[in-house]
C-alpha cells in the first residue's frame, strides 16, 4: 500500500501558497515570510507542479485564485492556524517556570534587586519573579518557592536558613550626617524619618531617643512612611535622619551615598533574616536561585561583620 505522506506536498510550499492566498499578493506574502519575492513565486510554482494544476490566475500587477487553488486554500488555511497554535502551545510547555521569590517591599527593593542582575548574567535561562508583599504570604498556597523573612527564630518554621543579622544604626546623606551626627542634641534639629510599622521598636526613633536621654525633647520635624525603601530614598535625598537597616544598606555606605552613626549601632538578638523554602521536591532552577541567595548573604553577613567588628 502506498504511503499518502509521501504524496503530499511540502509544507514550506503550502505555507508560501496561503500567504499569498490571504494577503492576494506575492509581494506582501514574501513580507510576511521575511522571504524574498523571488521565493515565494517559486514555492507556489513548485506546489502548482506538485499537484499538476494552476493555483492562481496572474496578470501584471494582480493574482487571483483558481477553482482548484480555492480548494485548497479552504483546507490549508485553518489547518496551518491550528499547526501554528499546536507548536505555539508546545513551545510554552516547555519553557522553564520561572523561580517565584517573595520579601517584603523593603528587602526586595534594597537588597534583592540590586544584586539580581548578576544572577540573570550568569543565568540567562532561569526568570525570576518578585513577589513582593509586607505580609507573610503561604509558600505552598500562593505559588511561592522561595521566601525572604524578618522575624525572631521562633517564627521562621522548620527548615528556615539564616542568611544574616540585624544591626541598625542612625543614618542620614553624608551633607545631613555631618550636621546631625556631631553630637546626640545635634539629631534633635533635623528631620526624623520614621517608620509606620509595628516590627520591634529598634526601628523607631522613640526607642533612639530614649536611649539617648532625648525623649522628652521634640524634633525639628518627623515624617512618617509605611514603606522602608521609602523612608531610605528620602534619606538619601537629604530630607532627614533615618533608622538604618545595615545589611540592608551597605553598598550605599560603602560608595558614601548615606553615612552611619557606627558607634551607635545596634545588634538585634530578637529578629534576623530567614530563607523559607517551599514545601515538597525542588526544581532544579529553584536550587540554583537558593544556592545564590545563600552565597549573597554569605558575603553580605561577611562585610556586615567587617563594618560591626571595626567600630565594637
Known amino acids: 500500500m502506498q504511503n499518502r505522506l509521501v504524496s503530499l506536498p511540502p509544507l514550506d510550499a503550502l505555507r508560501g501558497f496561503v500567504a499569498a492566498a490571504r494577503r492576494m499578493s506575492i509581494t506582501a506574502?514574501?513580507?510576511?515570510?521575511?522571504?524574498?519575492?523571488?521565493?515565494?513565486?517559486?514555492?507556489?510554482?513548485?506546489?502548482?507542479?506538485?499537484?499538476?494544476?494552476?493555483?492562481?490566475?496572474?496578470?501584471?500587477?494582480?493574482?487571483?485564485?483558481?477553482?482548484?487553488?480555492?480548494?485548497?486554500?479552504?483546507?490549508?488555511?485553518?489547518?496551518?492556524?491550528?499547526?501554528?497554535?499546536?507548536?505555539?502551545?508546545?513551545?510554552?510547555?516547555?519553557?522553564?517556570?520561572?523561580?517565584?521569590?517573595?520579601?517584603?517591599?523593603?528587602?526586595?527593593?534594597?537588597?534583592?534587586?540590586?544584586?539580581?542582575?548578576?544572577?540573570?548574567?550568569?543565568?540567562?535561562?532561569?526568570?525570576?519573579?518578585?513577589?513582593?508583599?509586607?505580609?507573610?504570604?503561604?509558600?505552598?498556597?500562593?505559588g511561592i518557592d522561595l521566601a525572604i523573612r524578618y522575624s525572631p527564630a521562633s517564627h521562621a518554621t522548620q527548615g528556615g536558613q539564616l542568611l544574616f543579622d540585624e544591626v541598625v544604626a542612625p543614618v542620614a546623606s553624608p551633607v545631613v550626617a555631618a550636621r546631625a551626627f556631631r553630637k546626640p542634641e545635634a539629631l534633635l534639629q533635623h528631620?526624623?524619618?520614621?517608620?509606620?510599622?509595628?516590627?520591634?521598636?529598634?526601628?523607631?526613633?522613640?526607642?533612639?531617643?530614649?536611649?539617648?536621654?532625648?525623649?522628652?525633647?521634640?524634633?525639628?520635624?518627623?515624617?512618617?512612611?509605611?514603606?522602608?525603601d521609602q523612608l531610605i530614598h528620602a534619606a538619601l535625598g537629604g530630607h532627614g535622619v533615618a533608622v538604618g537597616r545595615l545589611p540592608l544598606l551597605l553598598p550605599m555606605l560603602k560608595d558614601g551615598r548615606l553615612a552611619a552613626r557606627m558607634d551607635q549601632c545596634l545588634q538585634v538578638d530578637d529578629y534576623r533574616y530567614w530563607l523559607m523554602e517551599a514545601p515538597g521536591a525542588q526544581r532544579a532552577e529553584v536550587a540554583a536561585f537558593r544556592d545564590w541567595l545563600v552565597q549573597q548573604a554569605a558575603l553580605t553577613a561577611q562585610e556586615l561583620a567587617q563594618a560591626y567588628g571595626a567600630m565594637a
Open 191 to 228: 528631620v526624623l524619618l520614621d517608620l509606620d510599622d509595628k516590627v520591634g521598636p529598634w526601628l523607631h526613633w522613640e526607642y533612639w531617643l530614649q536611649e539617648q536621654g532625648l525623649e522628652r525633647r521634640k524634633p525639628k520635624g518627623r515624617l512618617h512612611f509605611n514603606h522602608y
Open 29 to 142: 506574502a514574501a513580507d510576511d515570510l521575511c522571504l524574498t519575492q523571488s521565493a515565494v513565486s517559486r514555492q507556489i510554482q513548485a506546489l502548482e507542479e506538485r499537484l499538476g494544476t494552476p493555483l492562481f490566475t496572474r496578470s501584471n500587477r494582480s493574482i487571483a485564485l483558481t477553482a482548484a487553488g480555492e480548494q485548497l486554500f479552504q483546507l490549508a488555511s485553518p489547518w496551518m492556524d491550528r499547526l501554528a497554535d499546536l507548536a505555539e502551545s508546545l513551545r510554552q510547555d516547555q519553557r522553564v517556570r520561572p523561580v517565584t521569590v517573595s520579601a517584603s517591599m523593603g528587602v526586595a527593593s534594597l537588597w534583592l534587586l540590586p544584586r539580581l542582575g548578576g544572577f540573570q548574567s550568569a543565568h540567562p535561562h532561569i526568570d525570576v519573579r518578585v513577589a513582593t508583599s509586607n505580609r507573610v504570604l503561604d509558600l505552598e498556597r500562593d
